[in-house]
């Protein structure tokens, strides 16, 4: 009795030289629909699905695979004497190798214009069930569903007249992967489209983009993941068009550079060194706002990633090529400074579409043995509720500080303060166990320049300390949430000192 391969495949990269190395071993090929269509064209000989089921596909090729001439087919244990009985008894053949991919769900859920109905039609039901009783009994049915293995099988074939049970086990771990994040896809697509917050479970899949030599740490082993339809504004989808490979804590700043570029209309530059924005500067060209992002502070942003919003052309490339620079993200690069920048070796030039910057996704962060699950941070100051409490309004040139800092702190490490003018970062305080204390670093780095300049904060002054070292600073506006019980001890304090204050009523913790 000849050996019985089944192949249904949206993806027919590959399928027809596949088909035709099966029949060279000897097997009858059984086929479904298209994938039946193209292989008669090419000239393999193919068994029709109704065929070996007796029964037309119907309801529009909703139903054609499921059946038991199929399953039984698929799921029959071999050296099992009840099972051989049972099948002969149904005039049943066994199937030794399935070979099936789905219907393209995620891609067409990913067309700008596709409908409910759409995307609920290219759902795979007979796919996905063949897949997986193929897999469960791997032990006797070799299955694939990537075209990447059809020449592994085959060489496998041809060597030793079958696969070897280690391939079958690990083709099998492959489906299940692969139905699982079909299924991930098509419960994220529903879920979204009733409307539910927070399901009772979720489910999420990412596709390996990259393998990563180590992690934060050499002694950390590490990979980079891409999430399907995942926002195009996203370092994973950069196209690094010159340097070394991207390492773990290059992509981890890169997103945090690009978090905080985003928030910007105009011009700007963003320098990051470990998570954390080092400078921020903005003009009216991408040289005005990167010069000022590097003033911000020359000394950290030796090393560090510079994400800008608009083209690098020349005379920002030779800024950007005095000194070390792990990564330099912008929407384009101009021949010239293509040209300039690939004159270093190891410096990594990433180009990002700019066209998605507005998309939100959910934010995730692992704990041990859970999973945090968050809207993304995307509150602005224009929805806000901002007020005044104190005597002194800003003035127009102070109220463009206080927005840019308010757009930078959001993205700095609580506890955060920022000082600022109204084009670039002075002075940033990240990371602290106490707000004065953010605000003294940041002071600090700021030095002279923090006279008139503008103070943020990412959450209230607990009490009116942080307002005194300002004043003391010579700060002359400050914008924070408000909402603390003592906020009339800062509001008293800012009065005393001439200062400008504003409340958002927004905090930005960021940890």
Known sequence: MAKRALISVSDKAGIVEFAKQLKELGFEIISTGGTKNALQTAGVDVIGISDVTGFP??????????????????????????????????NIQPIELVCVNLYPFQQTIAKPDVTEEDAIENIDIGGPTMLRSSAKNHQYVTVVVDPADYEKVIAEYKEQGSTTLETRRALAAKVFRHTAAYDSVISQYMTELVGEEEPESVTYTFDLKQSLRYGENPHQKAAFYKKPLGSTFSIANAEQLHGKELSYNNINDANAALQIVKEFEGPAAVAVKHNNSCGVGTGETVYQAYTKAFEADPTSI???IVALNREVDAETAIKLHEIFLEIVIAPSFSEEALSILTGKKNIRLLTIPF???????KVLASVEGGLLVQDADSFTLEQATVTVPTKRQPTEQEWEALKLGWKVVKHVKSNAIVVNDAQMTLGVGAGQMNRVGAAKIALEQAGEKAKGAALASDAFFPMSDTVEAAAKAGITAI?????????????KAADEHGIAMVFTGVRHFKH
Do not use: M, W, Y
């Open 355 to 361: 066209n998605d910057v507005n998309a939100n996704e």
């Open 57 to 90: 596909e119907i309801l529009d090729g909703r139903v054609k695979t499921l059946h038991p001439n199929v399953h039984g087919a698929l799921l029959s244990k071999h050296d099992d004497e009840d099972h051989k009985q049972q099948i002969a008894a149904h």
């Open 479 to 491: 914008i924070q949430p408000g909402g603390s019980i003592k906020d009339e001890d800062s509001i």
């Open 302 to 304: 030796f090393g560090g």
